[in-house]
T-cell receptor
Framework: KNQVEQSPQSLIILEGKNCTLQ??????????LRWYKQDTGRGPVSLTI?????NTKSNGRYTATLDADTKQSSLHITASQLSDSASYIC???????????FGTGTLLAVQP | NAGVTQTPKFRVLKTGQSMTLLCAQD?????MYWYRQDPGMGLRLIHY???????AKGEVPDGYNVSRLKKQNFLLGLESAAPSQTSVYFC???????????FGSGTRLTVV
């Protein structure tokens, strides 16, 4: 069964600190791995997209890594800001119909 | 450029009532999607369309119908609402069926 699992479910950090979110995926055939940011009451917004041949991609203070062998990805946030408070969703694209398979998200709270 | 606009933003229905959710995009995208987001679960695909006049079932299509009479609009209908359809509904569009998903801000529907 195609699925995406994320950890931790929630995380609280202090402003200015770094953090890393984890994602394990089982998607076959695999097309790409995405990270989205979803602010409360808003739709998801794309942060990064990586194919199996890419092992790292950055978008400002966000850096995603991908290990296609272990089927793991991580999202590292550097020097967190209050505006980083959101749910971060890992998404695999693939499967028989090449659709998006969403994780349940990690809820990040950045406190001053 | 508004992107993807969903109406209404909030709605409360009684069991058995019907309603239509409207999704409009102004990016000339071919592909459009309806997802639902429930607590503790990732977004799940309800129905999608690969172009004007086409529709197809997603992962959880039961109890919903869709229409794509115009390229820019994708309608999601509930013929007889049930409490299990209480959810947040997101519309998304995509130019190619893969990269470049744009999500709307969501419709929060409560069925009592």
């Amino acid at each position: 069964k195609n699925q995406v699992e994320q950890s931790p479910q929630s995380l609280i950090i202090l402003e200015g600190k770094n953090c890393t979110l984890q994602c394990n995926y089982t998607v076959s055939p695999f097309s790409n791995l995405r990270w989205y940011k979803q602010d409360t009451g808003r739709g998801p917004v794309s942060l990064t997209i990586m194919t199996f041949s890419e092992n790292t991609k950055s978008n400002g203070r966000y850096t995603a890594t991908l290990d296609a062998d272990t089927k793991q990805s991580s999202l590292h946030i550097t020097a967190s800001q209050l505006s980083d408070s959101a749910s971060y969703i890992c998404v695999g694209e693939g499967g028989a119909t090449n659709k998006l398979i969403f994780g349940t998200g990690t809820l990040l709270a950045v406190q001053p | 450029n508004a992107g993807v606009t969903q109406t209404p933003k909030f709605r409360v229905l009684k069991t058995g009532q019907s309603m239509t959710l409207l999704c409009a995009q102004d990016m000339n995208h071919e592909y459009m999607y309806w997802y639902r987001q429930d607590p503790g679960m990732g977004l799940r695909l309800i129905h999608y369309s690969v172009g004007e006049g086409t529709t197809a079932k997603g992962e959880v299509p039961d109890g919903y119908n869709v229409s794509r009479l115009k390229k820019q609009n994708f309608l999601l209908g509930l013929e007889s609402a049930a409490p299990s359809q209480t959810s947040v509904y997101f519309c998304a569009s995509n130019p190619t069926g893969s990269y470049g998903y744009t999500f709307g801000s969501g419709t929060r529907l409560t069925v009592v």
